[in-house]
């Protein structure tokens, strides 16, 4: 088995320009003492929107490791594959994230439920599960309901998992299993459950990405009960640790948080949670680097700025078709878009402002980051114009990119 490190941070780079900007961030970390990885991901409907191939993510990631002599390690996520998706990312990647959200719900196979009870009579009763204050109290119908509901998901990761595994001619790969993209969280006893059905199939997860209770909007700060998601998020990396133990999971398995960039509001708690037990984390973020794309070609004005208006402007007038994929995951209020003669009379700074994601700055506009976010297949459709761009003002762009990461992500999560 490949080992993931305690911990690693997701980058996204939808038009691969900017691993060597990204990669900067992890290098003044590691200078402050903290050592975490990248994982660059790239999910199957990125790359079919974008109009690019898994190889072109290994080739990007390879290049900025070897140009800046990055000596840790690395890796590359096939994001949110499936059994029918996986196959071409398969010699680029050796991290998967096997998406199994569509199958939860689902029933499995008849008589599935009642054997997966009786292989797992631990789970019903008073469960005490150190680091979690009251004891879970489960009954056999509550055993059943759970499982009836996550087993086909978790035997859907143990297909994946196997096809993987048959295709690479081992296990020398990381797994990751995801269930966010999915209507309801999934909780802590669930979660256990979940856990033990992943280890019957075994299934050598290292990370997982429940859904977590509250929105995780794409590129905006979290929505939801901070008190709520602390005690969830605690009593998962309780579950996890005695889930460890009791099914044989491999000993680094972790948490991963999912479109977890930009939840400046999560942060400290997070980060008081790993210091305390000594979990590790993956941190997935939400493909926000498109938006310092955006942000460096305003602040470089001239014919990077025309583009970045010409982006929204067109953004504007498409918002139903452009945030039709995405409703779940982002909350805009179209009253605070400002229409186009507005932004066209803004200034480069000004336009980056309303963009960057600093709150407390008074032209920040979370609806216009919301809906830029959901726009890169505009800049996809500019080709080679907005590559150019890209080419031209490296410099500026590269420095929003690795400044995104560096100050308003790694240092409030893992320094504080
Ligand atoms: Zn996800």
Redesign the pocket.
Known sequence: MRVLERFSFGVGDRFAHQAAAQLRAFQKLAADGVDVVPVWNK?NREHTFVGSEPPSVLKAARTAVEGLGWSRGWHVDA??IRLETVDRFVECSDFF?L?VADSIGKPPGPGEVEAFLGRHPELVGELRIAGVEKPFVTSPEDVKRVAGKYLLAAQDAGRIYRHIVDKKGGEDFIAEV?M??TDSPQTPPELLIILAALADEKVRVQTI?PKFTGRFNKGVDYVGDLVQFEREFNEDLAVIAHAVGQYGLPSNLKL?V??GSDKFSLYPVIRHALARTGAGLHL?TAGTTWLEELIGLSEAGGDGLVLAKEIYVYALEHVDELCAPYASVIDINRSNLPDASEVGSWSGPRLASAIRHIPTHPGFNADVRQLLHVSFKVAAKAGARYLDLLKANEAIVGKQVTENIYERHMRPLFIG
Do not use: L, N, P, Y
């Open positions: 999910s994001d949110h994230t998406d995801s966010d993209e990405a991963s999912h479109s997935k």
